[in-house]
């Protein structure tokens, strides 16, 4: 029997993949970017030809790195099944050779000890995060590398949803609660990266496109957008000077500790 996804992991099924969300976060939808993918990347010392699962892929950007930068033989889920449709015919425009499966990392349909690595960006706070990590340690030979990153909270926050989970701060991490699960799972945390930065890098990116996001919500209108979530979404970024107290009320958190942004590559024991 599959797995019933969560509300928040629902929730952010119903948003990625849909080409407007794409217009404003664009196809990297993860606090820091490829820039935190690339150095997660880098620390897992996988080599070329290694085996790797991007789980919770979304439009598959750093799966993409993962296959022509690192050369690494790429697997990516997600349990969107337009995100999956979407990131299958981006990487094929790229010419890259990568397995896209629709699945949630509750429930990956991959043998035992599949991978050498994998790489999980801002899902395991949308999701049940203890049953989502002993997945992951199931599909990872001994030795094999974790590679998470994730939105760390000191508590609840006023962001209303769906930008929250878009921000990945519904069920953030609270302070150590990261490197805690990891260990409980079976994993030996080798490098911690702080990438706080990346959370005001991807607030100035959804900020910058909400313009356009406007114009298209003016001249299209609310009713035609396909789900409710979108919708919502919508309507947080229609009014400019909501918009800019929202984000400058994000931007408190961040400076003043309240929201971070962690990576760990661990060791799978």
């Given at each position: 029997m599959s797995a019933t996804p969560p509300p928040v992991e629902a929730c952010c099924a119903l948003l990625y993949g849909d080409p407007l969300v794409e217009l404003l976060a664009g196809e990297s939808l993860h606090p820091g970017g490829l820039a935190t993918s690339r150095r997660l990347l880098a620390a897992a010392g996988l080599t070329p030809g290694q085996?790797?699962?991007?789980?919770?892929?979304?439009?598959?950007?750093?799966?993409?790195?993962?296959?022509?930068?690192?050369?690494?033989?790429?697997?990516?889920?997600?349990?969107?099944?337009?995100?999956?449709?979407?990131?299958?015919?981006?990487?094929?425009?790229?010419?890259?050779?990568?397995r896209f499966t629709a699945a949630s990392v509750?429930?990956?349909?991959f043998a035992d000890a599949s991978f050498a690595g994998v790489l999980v960006e801002c899902v395991l706070s949308t999701t049940t995060k203890a049953a989502a990590l002993r997945e992951i340690r199931r599909v990872l030979g001994r030795g094999g590398k974790l590679l998470v990153s994730d939105v760390v909270s000191n508590?609840?926050?006023?962001?209303?949803?769906?930008?929250?989970?878009?921000?990945?701060?519904?069920?953030a991490w609270r302070p150590g609660e990261l490197e805690d699960e990891v260990a409980s799972a079976g994993f030996v945390v080798e490098r911690s990266l702080d990438e706080t930065a990346g959370v005001s890098d991807l607030l100035d990116r959804l900020e910058a496109r909400a313009g356009l996001l406007r114009a298209v919500r003016r001249d299209v209108g609310r009713p035609s957008w396909p789900s409710s979530a979108l919708g919502g979404l919508v309507g947080q970024f229609g009014d400019a000077a909501s918009l800019t107290d929202l984000m400058t009320e994000i931007r408190r958190l961040v400076r003043d500790g309240q929201i971070g942004y962690r990576?760990?590559?661990?060791?799978?024991?």
């Open positions: 085996r790797i699962l991007d789980a919770g892929c979304g439009l598959g950007a750093s799966a993409r790195l993962a296959a022509f930068e690192f050369k690494l033989r790429v697997d990516a889920c997600d349990v969107s099944g337009e995100a999956i449709r979407r990131a299958r015919a981006l990487a094929d425009g790229a010419g890259a050779p990568i509750l429930e990956l349909p508590g609840p926050t006023d962001v209303p949803e769906p930008l929250a989970s878009v921000l990945c701060l519904s069920q990576a760990l590559a661990a060791r799978a024991i």
